[in-house]
């Protein structure tokens, strides 16, 4: 169970004695909830870790976590020691704080108005939390060994079961449309459906209704259960057999909770505010071609150009994590390739989705579905913005097809900050025509009043000057003709060009500037005479490439408008705005018209 989870690979810096930190420089911020006898526990210094030792019922349970909170049942007065660690080392000594729960749980009416509001509610495993299962010692919090990154366990039909919990202490196990509960490899129960191929597998179950109490013991409190009740996660028998859960936090929208058979503890946290619905195309699908694919990675990892080891990288079924210690700056400084065996033809359209997540922001993340070995045949290359551990579902619908003996898909996480960790999930890609069952809504109207002469364009009163880098073949020649009328300017490009950033017009805005605090809608319309597969279009500072709104690519035909909007854009702070349009790639007499260029703020609708 823990190689298959916990596989991984870290550079081990060299420890040095004097750097080990002092018992005297923790700093920890401990906080009682008397209403639910629920303690926090918040560790301050920055480049360490705590390591925290309560001795609860005879027993001394350990925690590693930053911060951390514990449910007593009993008054009293408690305590708990405290070492720091860092790489070098653990302090020899530690300090002791107390605190004091002024009374004894007598009633859980707080707690199943909590977990069951008025009424009813449901909760889910709160996928896109970290620890949202992992497992250590018996004793422990459970998170010592293995920990679940965000979505990592999207394949494994645990996200989509249902708890629902009533206020009559009624609970109902509902599996969701796979109909399936996960169940650890070693257990015996549901021995039936165990493939016996040494990895956890998924057991087929019906919903069940049953109850649900809570119990305190000597200091602790769990949530129970009637014998083989099901829960998202059987990770031993007895979790099935006499299932009960240290509750260790709770509110009105997460509960945390261990199970220990006293050999290992498992962590769990389930939230009340989550829409168990991930996104995108059926990863489980017979119709995904990816299901059934093989491939090879390779990388590019070189902070500042220069290539440094390999970034971690695991996968575990559909689902794979990209460990970045060191931090980028620019596009194409940390990349991380899949060259499947794939293949796509032009007499079919396809579809394509992911979902990516990230342990921090990162605003600069490239996806690109590429023919192996020929980075101009492309079915897509975009830039995305990732939130820190919030879903990022990117979708992909009736693409047209192309010949592609080979198929890769290249991710770019140029731009990543120090110690990030991505995780992509659910990947698919398949013939239109071939339906998975899954619906796609139609992107929602941006509601936003595209009016080029209003007094909300800024671009409507700009002044500019424009740069021109031409250049077929890396060859700089004469600039191309530019013509301006109005809201309304002509580039016209005599030389074919073959790649990208050959062929660039750069508006460098002198009154156009934009903040942080709101946010802003961009929109222009493209139209060019010839086909041109390769046009980026890029909203930038000027004078410094890495900080943008965005940087698009898009297909334009020949003569046929395309509306390029970008709407609810956070703001950066910039001074001068730059809006970059690159052609590279276009054929030989190709002229390019840009109209109708509106940039706005968001809330002004004049």
């Not at 990895?199 to 209704?209: G, H, L, S, Y």
Request: contains cysteine; proline residues 4%.
């Amino acid at each position: 169970m823990l190689l298959a989870f916990s596989a991984c690979k870290k550079d081990i810096a060299h420890p040095v004695e004097a750097g080990i930190p002092l018992a005297s420089d923790i700093d920890v911020d401990i906080a009682v909830d008397q209403e639910l006898n629920q303690v926090t526990f918040t560790f301050k210094n920055t480049g360490a870790y705590p390591v925290w030792s309560f001795d609860e019922n005879g027993k001394t349970v350990y925690s590693t976590l930053s911060k951390l909170t514990r449910v007593y049942n009993a008054a009293g007065t408690y305590s708990v020691n405290i070492r720091i660690g860092n790489a070098n080392g653990i302090s020899d000594g530690a300090i002791t704080k107390t605190f004091t729960i002024n009374n004894s749980l007598v009633d859980f009416d707080k707690y199943i108005g909590l977990i069951a509001g008025n009424g009813s509610k449901n909760w889910s495993i709160a996928r896109k939390e970290v620890a949202h299962l992992a497992c250590g010692p018996s004793g422990s919090d459970g998170t010592g060994w293995w920990s679940a990154s965000p979505n990592e366990k999207a394949d494994w039909g645990v996200y989509d079961d249902v708890l629902t919990f009533t206020n009559d202490k009624k609970y109902t196990y509902n599996p969701g449309p796979g109909g399936t509960v996960y169940v650890n490899k070693d257990c015996s129960v549901f021995s039936e459906h165990n493939p016996h191929n040494d990895a956890d597998f998924m057991a087929p179950v019906q919903e069940q209704k049953t109850t649900y109490d809570f119990v305190g013991e000597g200091t602790d409190v769990f949530l129970t259960f009637p014998a083989q009740t099901l829960f998202p996660y059987i990770p031993f028998d007895q979790a099935y057999q006499t299932p009960r859960f240290k509750i260790v936090g709770i509110s009105a929208n997460k509960l945390e909770l261990i199970s220990d058979d006293g050999s290992i503890a498992w962590h769990y946290i389930l939230t009340s505010g989550e829409d168990p619905k991930i996104g995108g195309y059926d990863p489980n699908s017979d119709c995904n071609l990816w299901k059934t694919a093989t491939f090879t990675n390779e990388f590019y990892y070189a902070p500042g150009w220069n290539q440094i080891a390999n970034p971690g990288f695991t996968a575990s079924g559909n689902s794979y994590q990209v460990t970045l210690p060191a931090a980028t700056s620019d596009t194409w400084q940390a990349q991380v390739k899949f060259l499947t065996n794939i293949t796509t033809n032009a007499t079919k359209n396809y579809d394509f989705s992911a979902v990516f997540n990230s342990s921090k922001d990162h605003n600069n993340v490239t996806v690109k579905l590429v023919k192996t070995g020929e980075d101009g045949t492309f079915f897509f290359e975009e830039k995305i913005s990732l939130k820190a551990y919030e879903d990022y579902v990117f979708i992909k619908t009736d693409m047209p097809g192309i010949d592609m003996d080979k198929v890769s898909l290249v991710l770019d996480f140029g731009g990543n900050a120090a110690e990030t960790v991505v995780n992509v999930s659910r990947v698919v890609l398949k013939e239109h025509s071939c339906d998975d069952g899954t619906v796609i809504e139609e992107p929602e109207q941006d509601n936003v009043n595209w009016l080029p002469n209003s007094d909300c364009n800024m671009w409507k009163t700009v002044s500019y000057t424009n740069f021109f880098y031409y250049a077929p073949e890396w060859a700089q020649i004469a600039d191309p003709a530019f013509e301006a009328n109005g809201n309304s300017y002509k580039v016209t490009l005599p030389t074919a060009t073959a790649l990208q950033w050959q062929a660039q017009v750069h508006f460098q805005t002198t009154n156009i500037s934009t903040s942080a605090d709101k946010k802003y809608d961009f929109h222009c319309v493209l139209n060019a005479s010839k086909d041109i597969s390769n046009v980026t279009v890029k909203l930038t500072k000027v004078g410094d490439d890495n900080t943008f709104f965005f940087t698009e690519k898009v297909s334009l035909k020949a003569y046929e408008d395309f509306v390029f909007k970008m709407p609810g854009m956070d703001g950066l702070d910039i001074d001068k705005v730059n809006l970059v349009f690159d052609f590279g790639g276009n054929p030989a007499n190709t002229e390019v018209t840009i109209s109708n260029i509106i940039l706005k703020e968001s809330t002004c609708n004049e």
